[in-house]
């Protein structure tokens, strides 16, 4: 394959599970592959240190990554854009702006979003928790009403992200010598809901010690005006209000004749390779294993990264594929906003700041492996 024609590698979107085939494009080109990066920015930020890049924990340039750089400094094209659609059978790749990219190998890690028409009004009246930079307009929006008055924030949504940007915003505001009236929605009968009853209790004690007011059984029926309904008919006010609710997968495969699960996303197999099309590859959010699904989180995006990257090399290449082979649990640790975190590994479970102090040694070591001098500006 390396004396015929170069093949045309696609990567559409720059996330977790791309990094480290990004971070090594040289080796797909020394092996007679023309590499194309697809994304709608120069910039991806990783969504592990996005509460703290709200409080300002971590300033911006911490939390992301120059993917642009790091493609066009190992020889590949990064072409600023996203994808919408995808032609299978003609392997053409539909840009927002009408563009079409041909490709011989192509894959996805184009992340999911937030599903804000499950909540009528919420898409004119709410900032969606995805994509990261929206909590840039969410700092913002804070910062400029607490400047008049107390504004009143409402996060809907007890999951680990509004848990911890609940805790992230109070320290916004506190370090900014104001006030705020912070309010975390939950659709259950308490926070993190699916998680151990412990991680809830030291989440919810933690928030309430602060002043932070938690609303269980609140399931948000419609949003309008500055005022969310609950299917029960309470009226809560906001000024500003913050959606993560569960995420979906992006659904560009839907109805590209490529086989996807129920959701959308793209269905694998343990290659990581579309079980409909061989030639398509994908990783993180925006793919279903077939018969293995897997919980939307970081932990498995960056474990796929190096099978996914090894596994298109050796389709170039032509050599036999990898299997993926996700780990039953993950650990998990939350940044409450205060110098704390939970620590969640099977039963074992506390708070302290010694958990934040290894959240945050994890994520900068993390970090640091994609940072490469002089390209994050």
Known sequence: MKHGPKRRLVFAGGGHVHLLSLKNVDHFIRAGAEVTLIGPGRFHYYSGMGPGMISRIYKPDKVRFDIQSM???????????????????KRILFLQGGEKISYDLVSFNIGSYVPLDRIPGAEEEAIPVKPIENLESAREAILKKSRDGIPQVLLIGAGPAGVELAGNIWRLVKSNNAEAEITLASSRDRVLPGFPEKAGRLAQQS??????????NFRVASMERGRARSQSGIEVPYDVAILTIGIMPQRIFVNSDVETSKDGALLVNDHLQSTSHPDIFGGGDCITIKEKPLDRVGVYAVREAPILFRNLLAMIKGEPLKAFRPQKRYLLILNLGDGTGIFIWRSWIWKGRLAFTFKNYLDTSFMSRFQVSGETR
């Open 71 to 89: 493609v066009e400094s190992r020889g590949g094209t990064f072409i600023k854009g996203r994808v919408v659609s995808i032609d299978p059978a």
């Open 207 to 216: 928030l309430s010690q602060r002043g932070i007011q938690i609303l269980p």
